[in-house]
């Protein structure tokens, strides 16, 4: 680099490159920690299910872990806790059906991720992957979801109204 830089910009230029590698660091341990929580929620119900589900129980409650909820919960529901926390809307449309969520058309989970990316940021696309995957925000979001009163009684509450 040469003499004449101006000192200000120079130490810009530093922190912009650390704080470049800082956010990739980042990105890598979200992925890490988005992947480890995933095999340890799988462990843990394969675990679970060993000791006291039949084989039709668990069968079930995968065809229904999406119904009685919004596209939306569902959404959140899916990247954190069933998709090592990338997808594509095709896949994640799919998914949410074959978890019991009649609403989740390609179109319908497409407008819901739009608004979760540039109304709420709780989702960003993760170019390397090529996936949509949870932000902070995001996976903050699900854990108070999923902690909720509503959440846990959604199925008796399905009936009455639908969470937003």
């Not at 830089?5 to 956010?23: A, F, H, V």
């Amino acid at each position: 680099m040469s003499n004449n830089i101006n000192p200000y910009q120079q130490t810009i230029n530093d922190l912009e490159l650390r704080r470049t590698r800082c956010l990739d660091d980042l990105r890598k341990i979200e992925a890490a920690i988005t992947s480890l929580r995933a095999v340890n929620i799988v462990s843990a119900i394969e675990t679970v299910a060993a000791q006291t589900a039949t084989p039709s129980e668990i069968e079930q409650e995968v065809r229904q872990r999406y119904a009685h909820m919004s596209v939306r919960w569902a959404v959140l529901k899916f990247l954190c806790e069933g998709s090592l926390g990338r997808a594509i809307t095709a896949d994640i449309a799919a998914a949410l059906r074959e978890g019991g969520n009649p609403k989740a058309s390609n179109a319908t989970v497409s407008a819901v991720i739009s608004d979760m990316v540039n109304k709420r940021q709780e989702l960003f696309w993760d170019h390397e992957t090529d996936g949509f995957a949870p932000t902070a925000t995001g996976r903050s979001a699900w854990l108070a979801i999923k902690n909720s009163a509503r959440y846990l009684n959604r199925s008796s509450a399905s009936e009455q109204t639908q969470p937003e």
